[in-house]
């Protein structure tokens, strides 16, 4: 690589820069896709990588612990070698390990590694368990930053700029993942709905126990329940998951619901393609037939007119929202 700097009208002659990149270099970025680019074939079938501009996460999978450990081991070594190999620095204090599964108290820890629980990945917060506690707890607490930033705005601010704020620094990190999240259990959703309810008030100069519903409809806000359900059946609607119709050649009268898998845990329910198709299984047949893009405007429209609480709101309301 060639870089030279001009310093006024005087010119510094060219340099050769053998390894790493400048600071800031608009290089960066497209040289590490490259360098890493065919990190999953060195791998090969020893463990799954999920790559996302510079962070990179190993999964690693097993039904016994000694076979988790050593593919977990080999993982981990593969990846240093290819750093190396590379000239990359592998950080070993940047790099976590999270086990999850019944087996995670009996496996071995990587030498070298720190276990942690949970892990913060792309701003999600992972635990061992999948419950998305953590995540809520961090979720929050961003969101009650937001809420006094907010009185701030209102106490200085127009209206529309309240508003505008709510939307940038509230309801921005409540969609963030939501499809994940969302259906993790009725009480993490819920502690989100009452910060949300609180952050509503503020914005129109209600009392901590005045009811808020109308002001969901006046402001024209979706609650968080709401931007769940219609995530999800946009998610579901997108998959091109099986109908009914194309499982079997009976005629039946829900043609277009589509085909719900058996399962035998409940956090299979929680998947976002799960839940999502139990939504979406639910709305009339003229909505089913729409895309997805035509069919989230169809569902955002009708929920912002109706301020939903809970899913039970939601089913109960299905017969006079459409």
């Not at 200085?156 to 309801?171: D, H, I, N, S, W």
């Not at 609650?223 to 091109?240: G, L």
Request: hydrophobic share 40%; glycine share 4%.
């Amino acid at each position: 690589m060639i870089l030279s700097k001009s310093y006024h009208r005087t010119r510094e002659s060219y340099k050769a820069i053998k390894r790493g990149v400048p600071q800031g270099s608009v290089l960066g970025p497209v040289l590490f896709v490259l360098f890493t680019a065919d990190l999953p074939k060195y791998l090969g079938n020893k463990s799954y990588p999920i790559m996302y501009a510079d962070d990179t996460v190993l999964v690693t999978s097993s039904k016994s612990t000694e076979d988790l450990d050593i593919q977990t081991f080999i993982s981990v070594s593969m990846a240093q070698q290819y750093c190396s190999n590379n000239d990359l620095v592998f950080n070993a204090a940047k790099t976590k390990y999270l086990a999850s599964g019944r087996l995670e108290d009996h496996l071995t820890e990587p030498p070298d590694l720190q276990r942690v629980k949970p892990v913060k990945h792309l701003g999600i917060m992972l635990d061992q368990s999948l419950s998305w506690n953590d995540h809520i707890d961090h979720l929050c607490s961003r969101l009650s930053t937001a809420i006094f930033a907010l009185k701030r705005i209102k106490a200085v601010g127009t209206p529309e700029a309240v508003k505008a704020a709510y939307y940038a620094l509230f309801e921005a990190h409540v969609r963030y993942a939501i499809t994940l999240w969302g259906g993790s259990s009725g009480g993490n959703l819920n502690r989100v709905l009452v910060l949300q309810k609180r952050a509503l008030r503020i914005m129109n100069g209600l009392q901590p126990q005045e009811s808020c519903r109308e002001t969901f409809k006046s402001f024209e806000i979706l609650t968080v329940v709401s931007i769940y359900i219609i995530e999800v059946i946009t998610y579901a609607s997108k998959q091109n998951l099986p109908k009914i119709s194309e499982v079997h050649g009976h005629n039946t009268r829900r043609p277009n619901n589509i085909s719900l898998p058996a399962h035998r845990t409940t956090l299979y329910t929680k998947k976002p393609s799960f839940s999502g198709a139990r939504f979406f299984n639910m709305l009339p047949e003229n909505l089913k037939m729409c895309d997805s893009k035509t069919l989230k405007k169809r569902l955002t429209s009708s929920l912002i007119n109706t301020t939903i609480y809970s899913f039970d709101e939601f089913f109960d309301a299905i017969t006079t929202l459409f």
